[in-house]
């Protein structure tokens, strides 16, 4: 399997204008998040997906973001307008969630900047 | 809610053995993991533990669990130059969702020649 593949791998986009990142999950695994990291704040869990459907979204930002998962094997966070401070690099993960240690399978990344 | 707390830094030499410390809030925790991150990549599962285990050994990685203390280690033997990294302590509970994963900061290892 290729694993979790995200793209673009970098962004880089003028503040204002809409971002679209997406992620493809390992073929077979039901639960998808979609995590932001910053030097400041850390690794912070946005969002997670269980069989396409959205479970918690309490680490959305604001509305400026939304994310989709229209299908098992794809998901996208939109950011909408793009601000200097939601510069950071996004991570999807996904995991096979079944009784058990459950282990997230992560993605290189997007790094985004907004300038 | 639930909090996981690492140092921030670490420095050993080549050769050395390196400790890396975390605690937790949650006392519910059924698995502890360990990641890492190498520059410029996604997170990486090194190893994990079980809550109702002690200890874990994983060739040069051993993983050490005080429930009672809610403290968690990571030892690496051995330490190479290619274990510079940042490594993640995360722990998954039974309270809140059980899907999610609480990470810690991230503790940045630097491995001196």
């Known amino acids: 399997d290729a694993g979790v593949i995200q793209s673009p791998r970098h962004e880089v986009t003028e503040m204002g204008q809409e971002v679209t990142l997406r992620c493809k999950p390992i073929?077979?695994?039901?639960?998808l998040f979609w995590y932001r990291q910053t030097m400041m704040r850390g690794l912070e869990l946005l969002i997670y997906?269980?069989?396409?459907?959205?479970?918690?979204d309490s680490g959305m930002p604001e509305d400026r973001f939304s994310a989709k998962m229209p299908n098992a094997s794809f998901s996208t966070l939109k950011i909408q307008p793009s601000e200097p401070r939601d510069s950071a690099v996004y991570f999807c993960?996904?995991?096979?969630?079944?009784?058990?240690?459950?282990?997230?399978?992560f993605g290189p990344g997007t790094r985004l900047t907004v300038l | 809610g639930e909090d996981v707390e690492q140092s921030l830094f670490l420095s050993v030499r080549e050769g050395d053995s390196s400790v890396i410390n975390c605690t937790y809030t949650?006392?519910?925790?059924?698995?502890l993991y360990w990641y890492k991150q190498e520059p410029g990549a996604g997170l990486q599962l090194l190893t994990y533990i079980f809550s109702n285990m002690d200890m874990k050994q994983d060739q040069r990685l051993t993983v050490l669990l005080n429930k009672k203390d809610k403290h968690l280690s990571l030892r690496i033997a051995d330490t190479q130059t290619g274990d510079s990294a940042i490594y993640f302590c995360a722990e998954r509970g039974r309270t809140g969702s059980a899907r999610q994963l609480t990470f810690g900061s991230g503790t940045q290892l630097t491995v001196l020649p």
């Open positions: 949650d006392s519910s925790s059924t698995y």
């Open positions: 993960a996904s995991s096979l969630e079944q009784i058990g240690r459950n282990e997230q399978f």
């Open positions: 997906f269980n069989n396409n459907v959205p479970i918690d």
């Open positions: 073929s077979g695994h039901n639960s």
